[in-house]
T-cell receptor
Framework: ELKVEQNPLFLSMQEGKNYTIYCNYS?????LYWYRQDPGKSLESLFV?????AVKQEGRLMASLDTKARLSTLHITAAVHDLSATYFC???????????FGTGTSLTVIP | DTGVSQNPRHKITKRGQNVTFRCDPI?????LYWYRQTLGQGPEFLTY????????KSRLLSDRFSAERPKGSFSTLEIQRTEQGDSAMYLC??????????FGQGTRLTVV
C-alpha cells in the first residue's frame, strides 16, 4: 500500500511569514492532489499536479512536484489568518484509481 | 451544477441498525469514490466506481458495508449492523479522468 507522509503535522506561524509543507510518498505515482479542510467541513481542492516538475500557484500558495524524489511541497508566502486550516496531500497510484491521503498538516496563522 | 451532493448530512443511529447514505456526483463525472474520515485523520479510501462498475474496494470495507452505483449516476453506501467504530464522516467524491476530484459535504455518522 502506498504510504504518504506529511510534515510538519502541526504548524503555527505568524502572519507575513513564509513556510513550506512537505509531502513524501513511498511508491511511483503519476498524480498528486492538495486539499484544504476547514474544521467540520469537507475538502476543497487546491491543486492537481500531474507531471514531474509541475508547479502551480494560486494566491499565496504554490505547489510543486518532484516525482523522482517522490516529494511534493506546498509553499505559503506571507501567510494571512484566512489560511488557517488543515492541508492534505493525496497521491494516486499507477496501478489503480484510488488516491491515498497524508496525515494532514494543521496550520494556524497567528495575527 | 451544484457540485457533489450528499444526504443526509448527519445521521445518528443505534448500534445494530442499518444506515444508507446517498451521493449525487457532478453530472457526467464517470469516477466516484467513497472515503471515510475520523477525527484528526486523513480520509481513508473505501471504494471506487467507474460508471456503474465497482472496480476497487478497500480491506476496510467489511462485509457489513455495501455500495452501489446503479446506471452510473448516484451512489449509495449501506452499513449493516452498525458498530460504534463506524462513527465517522463519510465522504463522496467525483472526478472526470485524472482531473480534480471534488468532494461532497459528507455525511457525519454517529453510532450510539
Amino acid at each position: 500500500e502506498l504510504k504518504v507522509e506529511q510534515n510538519p503535522l502541526f504548524l503555527s506561524m505568524q502572519e507575513g511569514k513564509n513556510y513550506t509543507i512537505y509531502c513524501n510518498y513511498s511508491t511511483t505515482s503519476d498524480r498528486l492532489y492538495w486539499y484544504r479542510q476547514d474544521p467540520g467541513k469537507s475538502l476543497e481542492s487546491l491543486f492537481v499536479l500531474l507531471s514531474n516538475g509541475a508547479v502551480k500557484q494560486e494566491g499565496r500558495l504554490m505547489a510543486s512536484l518532484d516525482t523522482k524524489a517522490r516529494l511534493s511541497t506546498l509553499h505559503i508566502t506571507a501567510a494571512v489568518h484566512d489560511l488557517s486550516a488543515t492541508y492534505f496531500c493525496a497521491v494516486g497510484t499507477n496501478t489503480g484509481n484510488q488516491f491515498y491521503f497524508g496525515t494532514g498538516t494543521s496550520l494556524t496563522v497567528i495575527p | 451544477d451544484t457540485g457533489v451532493s450528499q444526504n443526509p448530512r448527519h445521521k445518528i443511529t443505534k448500534r445494530g441498525q442499518n444506515v444508507t447514505f446517498r451521493c449525487d456526483p457532478i453530472s457526467e463525472h464517470n469516477r466516484l469514490y467513497w472515503y471515510r474520515q475520523t477525527l484528526g485523520q486523513g480520509p481513508e479510501f473505501l471504494t471506487y466506481f467507474q460508471n456503474e462498475a465497482q472496480l476497487e474496494k478497500s480491506r476496510l470495507l467489511s462485509d457489513r458495508f455495501s455500495a452501489e452505483r446503479p446506471k452510473g449516476s448516484f451512489s449509495t453506501l449501506e452499513i449493516q449492523r452498525t458498530e460504534q467504530g463506524d462513527s465517522a464522516m463519510y465522504l463522496c467524491a467525483s472526478q472526470e479522468g485524472n482531473t480534480e476530484a471534488f468532494f461532497g459535504q459528507g455525511t457525519r455518522l454517529t453510532v450510539v
